[in-house]
T-cell receptor, first 112, second 119 residues
Framework: AQSVTQLGSHVSVSEGALVLLRCNYS??????LFWYVQYPNQGLQLLLK??????LVKGINGFEAEFKKSETSFHLTKPSAHMSDAAEYFC??????????FGKGTHLIIQP | AAGVIQSPRHLIKEKRETATLKCYPI?????VYWYQQGPGQDPQFLIS???????DKGSIPDRFSAQQFSDYHSELNMSSLELGDSALYFC??????????????????FGEGSRLTVL
């Protein structure tokens, strides 16, 4: 079975600083990888996805992620954090028709 | 564009009662998934349906059952509710069949969720 590990259940950055949320995956086949964002009391919104095309993937709200096979990583970054980025972020790997397997999530805190 | 619709958005039940959640997938999507997200937890896969047939089962309790109907909407039935069933329940849909014409990348489209509170 495939799995993802998110390092750091909480990440705190200052407004305007670089955001880096880490995700490592485990998969025996080329994976499809996703980052979802969840704002308080809301559903899951897709930020971006890797589907074996370009290794650098750009998403919504200025986020991007780079697929690195050698490191089995798919870290999420944003050059400059905004207060509105405060949310829970989930990395996920596709299990095909069996859906997605999510990481434990990282709570992003933005300090003013 | 049409999204995944879930109802009700909020539901309060007593212990040992029964609850039913409904999900209306994106039109033409052939696969429906149910997830449970406890407080402060990641979403856990419960069950999925492909073309109205159960395709996979995750950590769904025996007290829960689900089905997908001819119009592709799905219902999650939960009986003998326990306090620990209080959670956000997400439905998601995707397109796996060939009718869409594009290879499926595994992306799931999520509804806003149904929040169940068991007292």
């Amino acid at each position: 079975a495939q799995s993802v590990t998110q390092l750091g259940s909480h990440v705190s950055v200052s407004e305007g600083a670089l955001v880096l949320l880490r995700c490592n995956y485990s998969s025996s086949v080329p994976p499809y990888l996703f980052w979802y964002v969840q704002y308080p009391n809301q559903g899951l919104q897709l930020l971006l996805k890797y589907t074996s095309a370009a290794t650098l993937v750009k998403g919504i709200n200025g986020f991007e992620a780079e697929f690195k096979k050698s490191e089995t990583s798919f870290h999420l970054t944003k050059p400059s954090a905004h207060m509105s980025d405060a949310a829970e972020y989930f990395c996920a790997v596709s299990e095909g028709a069996d859906g997605l397997t999510f990481g434990k999530g990282t709570h992003l805190i933005i300090q003013p | 564009a049409a999204g995944v619709i879930q109802s009700p958005r909020h539901l309060i039940k007593e212990k040992r009662e029964t609850a039913t959640l409904k999900c209306y997938p994106i039109p033409r999507h052939d696969t429906v998934y149910w997830y449970q997200q406890g407080p402060g937890q990641d979403p856990q896969f419960l069950i999925s349906f492909y073309e109205k047939m159960q395709s996979d089962k995750g950590s769904i309790p025996d007290r829960f059952s689900a089905q997908q109907f001819s119009d592709y909407h799905s219902e999650l039935n939960m009986s003998s509710l326990e306090l620990g069933d209080s959670a956000l329940y997400f439905c998601a849909s995707s397109l796996w069949g060939l009718a869409g014409g594009d290879p499926n990348t595994g992306e799931l489209f999520f509804g806003e969720g149904s929040r169940l509170t068991v007292l």
